[in-house]
T-cell receptor, first 111, second 115 residues
């Protein structure tokens, strides 16, 4: 079935690394995504990973995918105050680019 | 390169009215999908259009409909508005559709308030 879960909240100090976790239940996912949403804004695509990859790095962002445990994580290095936002993970597994989203993790970066 | 453009950004309607929202995808993208975001239900898939054909539909009543034009622009329509239709409606575009989705970009959304 379709179910993507994330923790609700993460607090981190500026300059530290943040790790946001996500679990999903459908092993037939093709692509998995991380989006960032700031107040009043749409969803900004941060990064995505194809299901046959284990890791993807893009500047300060590192995505790890553990298919065996159906676990996806996003690591943000050197977290800045501008990284404060809600982060959504999502998987696409069905026809029509149907994304199933997690509930979002609110990240608060403290100076 | 322009991003995904949604219009209008904000609108207020009353119960029973109908509304049409527009989405212009990134140039060259042929897939447009729509999502509803509410505090209670989160982000939920409405439908997707690829080359003017609806490929998938979420669990929404028939009051929610959409279409795609030959230039890939898409519109969604909600008829007989209810208070519960108040939400942020987001449009997403990608070059192609599942299973080769790749990058999937969202617009800023249209915020609908139903009074």
């Amino acid at each position: 079935g379709e179910d993507v879960e994330q923790s609700l909240f993460l607090s981190v100090r500026e300059g530290d690394s943040s790790v946001i976790n996500c679990t999903y239940t459908d092993s037939s996912s093709t692509y998995l995504y991380w989006y960032k949403q700031e107040p009043g804004a749409g969803l900004q695509l941060l990064t995505y990973i194809f299901s046959n990859m284990d890791m993807k790095q893009d500047q300060r962002l590192t995505v790890l995918l553990n298919k065996k445990d159906k676990h996806l994580s996003l690591r943000i290095a050197d977290t800045q105050t501008g990284d404060s936002a809600i982060y959504f993970c999502a998987e696409v597994l069905a026809a029509g680019n149907k994304l199933t989203f997690g509930g979002g993790t609110r990240v608060l970066v403290k100076p | 390169k322009a991003g995904v453009t949604q219009t209008p950004r904000y609108l207020i309607k009353t119960r029973g009215q109908q509304v049409t929202l527009s989405c212009s995808p990134i140039s060259g993208h042929r897939s447009v999908s729509w999502y509803q975001q509410t505090p209670g239900q989160g982000l939920q898939f409405l439908f997707e259009y690829f080359s003017e054909t609806q490929r998938n539909k979420g669990n929404f009543p028939g009051r929610f409909s959409g279409r795609q034009f030959s230039n890939s622009r898409s519109e969604m329509n909600v008829s007989t508005l209810e208070l519960g239709d108040s939400a942020l409606y987001l449009c997403a575009s990608s070059l192609v559709s599942h299973p080769n989705t790749g990058e999937l970009f969202f617009g800023e959304g249209s915020r609908l308030t139903v009074l």
